[in-house]
């Protein structure tokens, strides 16, 4: 009887104490949102490394004055976007720009041309 209860009690604390490893290890997901607001056509892509190992998102195509969604992107870490021009994919207009995710909920970044003619995505 007493050598079961131990094993009872060490079955509890090991379950607790997973439970609560495995809450701590999960993350959320954000949404994210880019509204292009250049005067290009483009098709972006977001990647994050996550254990060592690059994750890329859906490449996006968005039309001039339109908008798009990444959904399920890891929160808290870096993101890397990189954009093309969508009527030329081998143009490429901006390369692998770290922004950093909320720990959760959205984000909404916005792609617009410098005076320059460069593109920038900022929030």
């Known amino acids: 009887m007493n050598a079961m209860v131990k094993n009872v009690g060490l079955v509890l604390i090991c379950l607790f104490g997973m439970s609560d490893f495995a809450s701590a290890q999960i993350k959320g997901n954000v949404t994210v949102t880019i509204y292009n607001q250049s005067n290009v056509p483009v098709l972006i892509q977001g990647a994050s490394n996550i254990g060592g190992m690059v994750r890329r998102g859906p490449a996006l195509v968005i039309p001039v004055g339109k908008v798009a969604s990444d959904f399920n992107v890891p929160a808290g870490g870096v993101r890397f976007f ?31 041309q410098s005076p320059t ?3 920038v995505l900022h929030r």
């Not at 390369?95 to 916005?110: C, K, S, V």
């Open 82 to 112: 990189s954009a093309f021009d969508a009527n030329q994919s081998s143009r490429n207009l901006m390369r692998d720009l770290p922004i950093q995710m909320p720990a959760g909920g959205e984000a909404t970044l916005f792609l617009r």
């Open 117 to 119: 003619g460069v593109l």
